[in-house]
């Protein structure tokens, strides 16, 4: 089955394998989904290759849950899964990770980026929907602070996904479930390692949210994804995470702690070689910071129509300017 699987990672843009029991394996190739009709696996040995992955803990987890997301590596191809039971058998879901960390200036980033990722403290939050390359740009980010800045960084992952080495930084990178029990334990724990930079792989609970905004309050960087599709949703969905009473001084946090907000989304090249990313950037400026703490978040998108100098721009600002240099030729709703 790993020769099976590695032979499917030599093809040209893929980012996912599907294997469930019996059936036809299917891949996602530069965004779509292709089914290989003489590529099947039994049960028995999909069962076979997972206790083969997992350690008798996780499988232990596996068998109690029917599920778990672990990453692994079959030759020098590094993989995240989703290994789970389903109608048909044991079924494993597979994210292709690239071979190396993707240079921060190859990634295609607004030029503000650069700038507000090596500020002393704040929050920076990297959204949009699954498979958008939210992992690959934060692993961008992280790999720049590591090759340009002397700081110690803490990662809390949920696989680790990229794995950094120490350059002029230092790099402790933590894995839920195998290193630590929780988000929150971790990025509780991190804040007494004299930590410079947090990356924190998921917003996912008020404990996890409370201590990053407290950790980006009290002069760290912190980053984190959302599984959002703009600004105004992402800041929305973390207030909205908290009980009514709570959510004025929710607010004043994210105004005070939120520096940049960047939504991403994969679109299919005009040249079929590949997908290029799409970024929205909302800069905390003065006026988005009135915004969140008056509870006028659906104002946001105005601000940023006209927020250009401070380095901001809207999906579809960056959508359009990608049609018109002839890179794509639609965009994917």
């Not at 879901?93 to 704040?122: C, M, Q, W, Y």
Request: glycine share 6%; net charge negative.
């Amino acid at each position: 089955m790993e020769k099976t699987i590695a032979k499917l990672c030599d093809k040209e843009g893929i980012s996912d394998i599907h294997i469930h029991a019996g059936l036809p394996i299917a891949i996602r190739v530069h965004g779509s989904i292709e089914k290989i009709d003489n590529e099947i696996i039994e049960k028995d040995e999909i069962n076979k290759f997972i206790k083969s992955v997992l350690s008798t803990s996780q499988f232990k987890i596996y068998s109690d849950e029917k599920s778990f997301d672990c990453s692994f590596t079959i030759g020098k191809i590094r993989m995240r899964a989703n290994m789970f039971e389903s109608m048909n058998g044991p079924s494993l879901a597979l994210r292709v990770l690239e071979d190396s960390i993707r240079d921060f200036h190859e990634v295609g980033f607004p030029p503000v980026i650069e700038e507000l990722i090596t500020k002393r403290n704040g929050l920076i939050l990297v959204t949009g929907p699954t498979g958008s390359g939210k992992s690959t740009s934060l692993a961008a980010m992280i790999n720049y602070l590591n090759e340009n800045h002397p700081m110690n960084i803490i990662t809390i992952e949920d696989p680790i996904e990229y794995i950094h080495t120490n350059k002029q930084a230092i790099i402790s990178q933590r894995e839920v479930g195998a290193h630590t029990s929780s988000f929150a334990s971790a990025l509780r724990a991190a804040l007494r390692e004299d930590p410079d930079a947090i990356l924190v792989g998921e917003l996912r609970d008020i404990e996890t949210i409370t201590l990053a905004l407290t950790a980006a309050e009290t002069g760290h960087m912190v980053f984190a994804t959302l599984h959002t599709n703009g600004a105004p949703q992402t800041i929305n969905r973390i207030i909205d995470v908290f009980p009514g009473d709570q959510r004025g001084q929710v607010r004043q946090q994210l105004s005070t702690t939120l520096r940049v907000a960047v939504t991403q989304r994969l679109i299919k090249r005009m040249d079929g070689v590949g997908r290029i990313p799409a970024f929205e950037v909302m800069v905390c400026n003065s006026a988005v910071k009135n915004l969140i703490r008056e509870d006028k978040v659906f104002q946001i998108p105005s601000i940023m129509q006209t927020g250009a100098s401070d380095g901001m721009v809207r999906m579809e600002s960056t959508i359009e300017q990608l049609k018109a240099d002839g890179i794509i030729s639609y965009d994917e709703e």
